[in-house]
């Protein structure tokens, strides 16, 4: 099984990954910001995009390892949402091979309960039910849900969507399976295994990954951890790449250039 990449820009090398649903087309915008300085590595996870989809079986350290197998051996590593879970997982689960890890708008456990905020169990237990009758419709909706908030949520559903529209439409089996991540996978416990350099950045107004979360998060990283930076973008939700780029390139570009 082969993951697809696409290779832009020249200097360190950095992963993109991306979130469920999309393809490594959504990142256009920052690559552009990022491709004179990183040599960016903009992975279709399996399943999505031009990449071939797992068994419906997989696990989380399945999806990790086909793409640490398509990416170079020393890179870091930057995940969106479902993304950051496998970025996270990578650095606990190859850590000689990532350098620095930046997670977007992602959390180590995306289903509420009584002591953690995130995504209601009863919204993505819908979401797997509707995926067999129309899985267009539920990806429209999981748009939908992810520029709720932001003030150019018009526009963002628009660039994502034409993100989605630049490569082929992803593969059902990867659709169920990326869900059944999301609501399953839970790597609280990996954070405070984490020594690494690590860039957090969150959306203030983000309803998949609430703020709320942020603290928790922090509570968990271990104090001996190489450096921790985390930012807030006041005015974005889910995708703050896409509704405030130049802000986040210059936040990852200045994480990266550190010493």
Excluded at 98 to 116: D, K, Q
Excluded at 127 to 133: G, R, Y
Excluded at 165 to 183: N, Q, R
Aim: net charge negative; with cysteine.
């Amino acid at each position: 099984m082969s993951v697809y990449v696409e290779r832009r820009g020249r200097g360190p090398n950095l992963v993109l990954l991306h979130g469920w649903g999309m393809n490594g087309a959504v990142w256009d915008g920052l690559a552009t910001r990022l491709a004179d300085d990183f040599t960016l590595h903009l992975v279709d996870l399996p399943g999505f995009g031009h990449s071939a989809a797992l068994p419906r079986s997989a696990k989380l350290n399945d999806w990790v390892n086909a793409v640490l197998a398509a990416v170079p051996h020393h890179a870091a590593w930057l995940g969106w949402s479902l993304g950051g879970l496998l970025a996270t997982q990578a650095a606990f689960q190859a850590p000689a091979r990532i350098s620095h890890l930046i997670t977007l708008a992602s959390s180590p456990c995306f289903v509420a309960n009584e002591t953690w905020p995130g995504i209601k169990p009863e919204v993505l237990a819908a979401f797997e039910q509707q995926l067999a009758a129309d899985h267009q419709a539920v990806i429209n909706r999981f748009l939908a849900l992810q520029a709720m908030g932001s003030e150019h949520a018009r526009e963002d559903i628009r660039q994502l969507k034409e993100s989605l529209a630049a490569k082929p439409a992803p593969d059902p089996v990867a659709l169920a399976a990326g869900l059944a991540l999301l609501g399953e996978v839970d790597l609280r416990a990996v954070l405070g295994e984490l020594q690494l350099p690590l860039l957090r950045l969150y959306g203030r107004l983000d309803g998949l990954v609430p703020r709320k979360v942020i603290p928790l998060i922090d509570a968990l990283l271990p104090e001996s951890a190489a450096f921790s930076e985390c930012y807030i973008e006041a005015k974005a939700s889910h995708a703050a790449f896409i509704s405030h780029p130049d802000a986040t390139a210059e936040r990852i570009a200045h994480f990266l250039s550190r010493p």
